[in-house]
């Protein structure tokens, strides 16, 4: 049987926002356990409702792309249940920076900082880390030539140095045989 485009589309996109609700779902368990775990198991606790969070993230930005390759008279639908399903993530993201902040746990396990963006937010974050991958690339480049530079002219010193060793040679055996033409002149003439 043969599946409509659209249908398949809808189908793909429920999925994942069914896995994506799921993640939060457990990510809010692992959370509220976090608050009555004992002082040991919280940093594991904050590690796991993370993880959670991380792979939702995953998924929301796979369904943010299938929003965005929609037909369009889908596409309407489909971002407003993404708009919703954003939100409920991030206020699971704020409440688990609130207690790791009151429960002294830091964010070794994991910064939630770049969680749960919105597409635009996401293309700007791409944007800048091109243009940073590209400045360093291009520093990388710079300290290269300066190192080759350097080289060059470490061995023009010394290329100029052996040249001017050669011609202070010179100017004493120029000397010496001057001396010694003057005293021969000399003798000559005695």
């Given at each position: 049987?043969?599946?409509?485009?659209?249908?398949?589309?809808?189908?793909?996109?429920a999925?994942?926002?069914?896995?994506?609700?799921?993640?939060?779902?457990?990510?809010?368990?692992?959370?509220?356990?976090?608050?009555?775990?004992?002082?040991?198991?919280?940093?594991?606790?904050?590690?796991?409702?993370?993880?959670?969070?991380?792979?939702?993230?995953?998924?929301?930005?796979?369904?943010?792309?299938?929003?965005?390759?929609?037909?369009?008279?889908?596409?309407?639908?489909?971002?407003?249940?993404?708009?919703?399903?954003?939100?409920?993530?991030?206020?699971?993201?704020?409440?688990?920076?609130?207690?790791?902040?009151?429960?002294l746990?830091?964010?070794?396990?994991?910064?939630?900082?770049?969680?749960f963006?919105?597409?635009?937010?996401?293309?700007?974050?791409?944007?800048?880390?091109?243009?940073?991958?590209?400045?360093?690339?291009?520093?990388?480049?710079?300290?290269?030539?300066?190192?080759?530079?350097?080289?060059?002219?470490?061995?023009?010193?010394?290329?100029?140095?052996?040249?001017?060793?050669?011609?202070?040679?010179?100017?004493?055996?120029?000397?010496?045989?001057g001396?010694h033409?003057?005293?021969?002149?000399?003798?000559?003439?005695?």
């Amino acid at each position: 049987p043969h599946i409509r485009p659209c249908v398949a589309h809808e189908a793909m996109f429920a999925e994942s926002l069914s896995e994506c609700r799921h993640l939060a779902s457990q990510a809010r368990e692992e959370l509220q356990g976090l608050r009555e775990a004992p002082q040991q198991d919280r940093a594991a606790k904050s590690a796991a409702t993370f993880n959670y969070l991380k792979e939702a993230d995953d998924n929301l930005q796979m369904l943010q792309h299938q929003a965005k390759s929609a037909p369009a008279a889908e596409r309407s639908k489909l971002a407003q249940e993404e708009q919703v399903l954003l939100q409920e993530l991030q206020a699971i993201k704020k409440e688990l920076e609130k207690a790791r902040r009151e429960l002294l746990l830091g964010s070794e396990d994991g910064n939630t900082d770049r969680l749960f963006l919105a597409r635009e937010e996401r293309k700007r974050a791409a944007a800048v880390t091109s243009t940073l991958d590209r400045g360093r690339n291009q520093l990388k480049q710079a300290n290269k030539e300066a190192i080759q530079c350097e080289a060059t002219a470490v061995q023009t010193l010394q290329d100029l140095r052996k040249q001017r060793e050669t011609i202070m040679g010179m100017q004493d055996k120029t000397h010496d045989l001057g001396v010694h033409l003057g005293e021969a002149s000399k003798h000559v003439k005695q």
